[in-house]
């Protein structure tokens, strides 16, 4: 059987809600517990609630105390280090989100840009464009262009390497197949090796 999910909202219901906040407190400290006993790290637990007296400690107050004191005793970037405050949550989700942002519109603006060009090929006339469109897609076609230039070097390269790896070498004269700056002395000791 399912549980329902519960909404993260104030209980209106006096009883209800000391009701759900005993139940949460223990199944809080049960976490805390399980999370000491599996990693073993120290953790302790303390809960204030206006529905009794005293806080409430897990495991007891001596070894609260002691978790405490080693965390005050560390040196101050280590305690702080990961330590965040709801402003700085907030902050760092806010920064976060305006990143994923500008790089969704960066993706769209390329999109759009991909269009315009696609369309530009299709004999439509640049009128009627902002002139930020047309420098972005001049900037874009210039990419391409660039793109499609290293792509032909790298095959006329790819060409000439085969063309040369197909030649072969004659004992006549070596020098005519890698040209005249190869030492005469090279050749004249290849050969008596062979």
């Known amino acids: 059987m399912s549980r329902k999910r519960v909404k993260l909202q104030w209980v209106e219901d006096n009883a209800a809600r000391k009701a759900m906040f005993k139940k ?3 199944g809080l ?3 805390v517990r399980e999370l000491s006993t599996l990693c073993g790290v120290d953790a302790c637990l303390i809960t ?5 007296p005293e806080p409430e400690v897990w495991p007891s ?15 101050k970037n280590d ?4 330590v965040l405050n709801q402003e700085i949550f907030i902050w760092q989700r806010i920064l976060k989100a305006r990143v994923e942002a500008m790089k969704q ?16 090929l299709g004999c439509r006339l640049l009128e009627g464009l902002e002139s930020k469109d047309v420098l972005d897609l001049t900037w874009a076609i210039n990419n391409q262009l660039e793109e499609v230039k290293k792509r032909i070097e790298n095959l006329s390269l790819d060409v000439a390497v085969d ?12 020098k005519e197949n890698l040209g005249d700056d190869v030492d005469s002395d090279f050749w004249s000791n290849l050969l008596k090796l062979s």
């Open 105 to 120: 519109l960066m993706k769209n603006r390329k999109k759009e840009i991909e269009n315009l060009r696609t369309q530009c």
């Open 48 to 52: 204030y609630s206006p529905y009794q």
């Open 29 to 31: 400290m049960k976490k």
């Open 24 to 26: 949460r407190v223990k």
């Open 61 to 75: 107050p001596t070894e609260v105390e002691q978790v405490v004191a080693s965390f005050r005793n560390l040196p």
């Open 163 to 174: 063309d040369l790896n197909n030649q072969p070498l004659t004992e006549q004269n070596p």
């Open 79 to 82: 305690r702080i280090k990961k």
